[in-house]
């Protein structure tokens, strides 16, 4: 995969440093986010509901779309996820905080796929254990409201069910809706928080992927995510 992403670096050049000038730093405010360490738990639990409360929807427990072999692995090794077919990593040692760990792009530039840590608060676990990752992925939004400007959500906060694995998923705008942002948290089983944030990208001024064709790249790569 470094061999196909020094092709790519060579045939477009100027594409690459405008990714890394326009698009990273974006990255940067989209992925400061928070990280909670314990102890391994044998299992993922969420806060208690209501007896009352509808059933989680449950997402596609496989990808629907061809994945890659190319895994992206946290620093910790308590979480893993497979790339779209054609997409390729993005060297982010120079340019993003250690917060985001891994960024990937199309073979196009016009979408990509964040990977970072939460870093700790003090009421993070009470949040958790309150209102569960729907109460973790309103600190995420809240962040994000602080930091970028013209920040819209769109829809509400959900939790659901891919498989066995737990998600509390959200959706942002920052341009009235022509572009989205598809964020997911969730916590892995050694108590730690992260999310996979998919996002639209404009700046090649290229053709922007469909949004039915990104909600199938979306639910499959939250199906390969093990933690």
């Known amino acids: 995969m470094q061999h196909r992403f020094a092709v790519l670096y060579c045939t477009f050049p100027v594409i690459f440093v405008r990714f890394c000038l326009l698009v990273l730093p974006i990255l940067f ?15 993922q639990k969420s806060a208690a509901k209501p007896e009352n409360e509808r059933p989680l929807r449950q997402l596609a427990s496989k990808p629907v779309v061809v994945m890659s072999d190319e895994v992206v692995r946290s620093e910790l090794g308590d ?4 790339l779209p077919a054609e ?11 250690v917060q985001v760990f ?31 990752l729907v109460g973790i992925g309103k600190i995420s939004a809240t962040k994000r409201d602080t930091k970028m400007r013209n920040i819209k959500r769109l829809g509400e906060f959900e939790e659901v069910i891919v498989g066995t694995k737990h998600f509390c998923l ?20 050694f108590g730690n928080y992260y999310e996979c944030t998919l996002s639209d990208l404009t700046f090649t001024g290229r053709k922007l992927i469909p949004r039915d064709e990104m909600e199938s790249i979306y639910v499959s790569v939250l199906a390969t995510i093990d933690f």
């Open 29 to 43: 405010f989209a992925g400061c986010v928070v990280v909670v360490q314990k102890q391994p738990q044998v299992q």
């Open 79 to 82: 979480m893993v996820s497979l």
């Open 87 to 97: 997409w390729s990593l993005v060297n982010i040692e120079t340019n993003m905080p």
């Open 102 to 132: 891994s960024v990937a792009v199309n073979n196009s530039y016009t979408a990509s796929l964040a990977y970072s840590v939460l870093r700790k608060e003090e009421n993070f676990d009470q949040v958790f254990q309150k209102d569960g």
């Open 170 to 189: 959200y959706r942002y705008t920052t341009d009235n809706g022509a572009t989205l942002n598809r964020v997911a948290v969730f916590r892995s089983s």
